[in-house]
């Protein structure tokens, strides 16, 4: 895992200074070493900077940039499966000078041209340069787990692995783009590719990009998609077979992750997707696994004593860490600077707590994320499968009669419920699925926090929404069915611009690499051609991902309800943060910033206070908002 930052400057005017001062901030990235190279050419001037944290080959012989004859390359991220391919290779009459993965990457270009990307089983984002052909060669991984910024204007493009890098460059231009505000106000984060600053993009998941530095023409292409394999046929097979394939999948797939050199963990919640993680591996391995878990017991989170039973069960190496709430609280300053763009989801701060914790013992920590989206595992999935027959059957009149009475009770005045887990939140959502109540408006509705009414009543400029992949329409109609419908939009959606997001900034934070074993691009095409009956089993999630936990560990161990991380934000805005929020979201600076109808935000924030704590997310969204406002786009 390492960073990069890269320019093509064809004023020729970028310097060495500058692109050290972009690399540079990238150094929680790849604290063990860095690397910078300056080339210039007839007609422009390109840079590569690089950040180094070092997981295999450790020696100077991975240093980066990396030469192989006419190629140079920076690389962020992992080719786990490099150890084949170099095989392929030295048949093919390529040879080796070191143990690393770049090394292979660069061998592979020269050899497959952009085919190469068929063979690599990793994740990464990277920027090669081709100085015979004069071209740029830059790619994204399958599910988009490493990020890659671009910026373009007037001949200067600027590449990297986070945003921030960005502003070191003297021609940088940081203009908001207020589409994409009012879609982070309704997401929690900027749906790829768009970013919050115009004339900046995210190379899509699962994308490349040539450019021809003679003509200038970029040509981008996206040379994997899952929607090709929710679009099969569904596999024809029992479900013996399917689990059996599945576990051999996994174990592959997370035997791979393991491939360093230096120490690897595991991050154990205690649910399926990490059990599912920790007991393959462990029953793989004769070496004792080590596990971390993070309990804040005070604000209610707290998977730790199931971790630990399970742990215990599968005789791991265990780490438990209890923090206190004020100890996450410390960090909620500093969401806006390693998040970059405004970011909103709040479980960032125990990943980053428990990354900075496990930084005590690993360089290496295996996240299980995907398992929701790959094997069906979210809540809102059983909520649309058990809702859609009723609210088809439900007159429109009467639906949205009911949405108007809960417009009236605050969801904290409901008895009992009001304790359940992210009931509040819930509970606002389902007004807007009891008013539109089919598949692409529940989907819709369960993924905004604002709709696109009532985000545009927030600001004051006309807004267009954004063309995202929350409304594709990829799935067809012969293949539709409303549990992959979901399953493809959130693995396109939150799972890149949220969950991936999270992981990788929070890990980085704590200068440690997070993988993702369940997202093997392997098990996800597999995944998708299942039938839909082998995830969503009679009202249970992940149905065939337990079958296979089951088998390592005890079924009364696992089954309980989803946890999550829930953390209290309403609590905390209500009193810890109540003096933070006055300061951030106050008459002065929401007009001073000249965004938001202030009228508008003032309701919010009353309503809020009067108890509605339902719109606890909306306020958090805002909050993250203009914390990140105050981070980025003031004079300091």
């Known amino acids: 895992m390492c960073g990069f930052a890269a320019f093509i400057d064809y004023s020729q005017k970028t310097d060495l200074?500058?692109?050290?001062?972009?690399?540079?901030?990238?150094?929680?990235?790849?604290?063990?070493?860095?690397?910078?190279?300056?080339?210039?050419?007839?007609?422009?001037?390109?840079?590569?900077?690089?950040?180094?944290?070092?997981?295999?080959?450790?020696?100077?012989?991975?240093?980066?940039?990396?030469?192989?004859?006419?190629?140079?390359v920076i690389f962020n991220g992992e080719i786990y499966n490099f150890e084949e391919i170099n095989k392929e290779l030295t048949v093919l009459g390529h040879s080796f000078r070191s143990h690393s993965d770049t090394e292979t990457l660069l061998h592979a270009y020269e050899e497959w041209g952009a085919k190469c990307l068929e063979k690599f089983i990793g994740m990464f984002s990277f920027v090669v340069f081709d100085e015979k052909q004069n071209k740029i060669f830059a790619a994204r991984d399958r599910a988009g787990v490493k990020p890659f910024f671009i910026y373009e204007k007037d001949g200067l493009m600027l590449l990297a692995s986070e945003l921030k890098a960005f502003h070191q460059h003297p021609l940088f231009e940081k203009e908001i783009d207020t589409n994409a505000l009012a879609a982070f106000m309704q997401y929690g984060n900027i749906p790829s590719p768009h970013s919050i600053f115009k004339k900046v993009r995210k190379l899509g998941a699962g994308e490349y990009l040539y450019l021809d530095l003679a003509t200038k023409k970029i040509e981008q292409k996206k040379y994997w998609d899952i929607y090709n394999y929710y679009n099969q046929p569904k596999k024809n097979i029992s479900f013996k077979q399917a689990k059996e394939e599945t576990k051999a999948l996994l174990t592959?797939?997370?035997?791979?992750?393991?491939?360093?050199?230096?120490?690897?963990?595991?991050?154990?919640?205690?649910?399926?997707?990490?059990?599912?993680?920790?007991?393959?591996?462990?029953?793989?391995?004769?070496?004792?696994?080590?596990?971390?878990?993070?309990?804040?017991?005070?604000?209610?989170?707290?998977?730790?004593?199931?971790?630990?039973e399970v742990a215990n069960h599968l005789g791991t190496d265990h780490y438990e860490f209890q923090c206190t709430a004020?100890?996450?609280?410390?960090?909620?300053?500093?969401?806006?600077?390693?998040?970059?763009?405004?970011?909103?989801?709040?479980?960032?701060?125990?990943?980053?707590?428990?990354?900075?914790?496990?930084?005590?013992?690993?360089?290496?920590?295996?996240?299980?994320?995907?398992?929701?989206?790959?094997?069906?595992?979210?809540?809102?999935?059983?909520?649309?499968?058990?809702?859609?027959?009723?609210l088809e059957k439900l007159p429109r009149f009467a639906g949205k009669t009911m949405a108007n009475i809960m417009d009236l009770i605050p969801s904290n005045a409901i008895p009992v419920l009001k304790h359940k887990y992210n009931f509040h939140n819930r509970y606002e959502k389902m007004k807007g699925i009891l008013k539109n109540p089919d598949a692409e408006s529940i989907m819709l509705s369960l993924s905004q926090q604002f709709t696109d009414d009532q985000v545009q009543q927030l600001l004051k400029e006309r807004v267009t929404t954004l063309d995202t992949l929350y409304t594709s329409k990829a799935l067809k109609k012969e293949h539709f069915s409303p549990l992959a419908y979901m399953q493809a939009i959130d693995f396109n959606t939150y799972m890149?611009?949220?969950?991936?997001?999270?992981?990788?900034?929070?890990?980085?934070?704590?200068?440690?690499?997070?993988?993702?074993?369940?997202?093997?691009?392997?098990?996800?095409?597999?995944?998708?051609?299942?039938?839909?009956?082998?995830?969503?089993?009679?009202?249970?999630?992940?149905?065939?991902?337990?079958?296979?936990?089951?088998?390592?560990?005890?079924?009364?161990?696992?089954?309980?309800?989803?946890?999550?991380?829930?953390?209290?934000?309403?609590?905390?805005?209500?009193?810890?943060?109540?003096?933070?929020?006055?300061?951030?979201?106050?008459?002065?600076?929401?007009?001073?910033?000249?965004?938001?109808?202030?009228?508008?935000?003032?309701?919010?924030?009353?309503?809020?206070?009067?108890?509605?704590k339902e719109l606890d997310f909306k306020m958090w969204y805002l909050l993250m908002f203009q914390m990140w406002y105050d981070e980025w786009m003031e004079a300091k």
């Not at 210039?40 to 180094?52: A, D, I, P, V, Y």
């Not at 295999?56 to 140079?72: I, T, V, Y």
């Open 252 to 308: 592959s797939s997370f035997q791979y992750r393991m491939r360093a050199d230096v120490p690897v963990g595991i991050f154990l919640s205690g649910g399926y997707d990490s059990a599912a993680v920790t007991s393959i591996l462990q029953a793989n391995n004769s070496q004792q696994l080590k596990t971390f878990t993070i309990g804040v017991p005070d604000i209610g989170l707290n998977e730790a004593p199931y971790a630990k």
């Open 496 to 612: 890149l611009d949220d969950i991936l997001t999270k992981v990788d900034r929070a890990t980085m934070f704590a200068s440690i690499e997070g993988r993702e074993p369940l997202l093997d691009h392997r098990i996800a095409e597999y995944a998708a051609q299942l039938p839909d009956d082998f995830k969503y089993h009679k009202g249970v999630k992940k149905h065939i991902l337990r079958e296979i936990v089951h088998d390592h560990i005890p079924r009364e161990m696992m089954e309980r309800p989803k946890q999550g991380f829930a953390i209290p934000i309403a609590e905390w805005m209500w009193k810890e943060l109540k003096e933070h929020v006055n300061h951030f979201i106050s008459e002065e600076k929401i007009t001073q910033q000249g965004f938001f109808n202030w009228s508008a935000i003032e309701k919010l924030k009353r309503n809020f206070y009067a108890g509605k």
């Open 326 to 390: 004020n100890e996450a609280l410390e960090l909620i300053h500093k969401l806006p600077y390693h998040y970059d763009e405004p970011f909103a989801d709040s479980s960032a701060l125990p990943t980053m707590l428990v990354s900075k914790m496990a930084s005590e013992h690993v360089t290496v920590a295996l996240s299980a994320d995907g398992g929701d989206e790959i094997f069906a595992g979210y809540n809102r999935y059983d909520y649309l499968l058990k809702m859609l027959p009723k």
């Open 17 to 72: 200074n500058t692109l050290q001062a972009m690399t540079r901030t990238l150094h929680h990235r790849g604290p063990d070493g860095e690397g910078f190279e300056l080339i210039q050419k007839g007609n422009f001037s390109l840079g590569l900077g690089h950040k180094r944290l070092s997981i295999l080959d450790l020696s100077e012989a991975g240093k980066q940039p990396m030469q192989h004859q006419h190629l140079r």
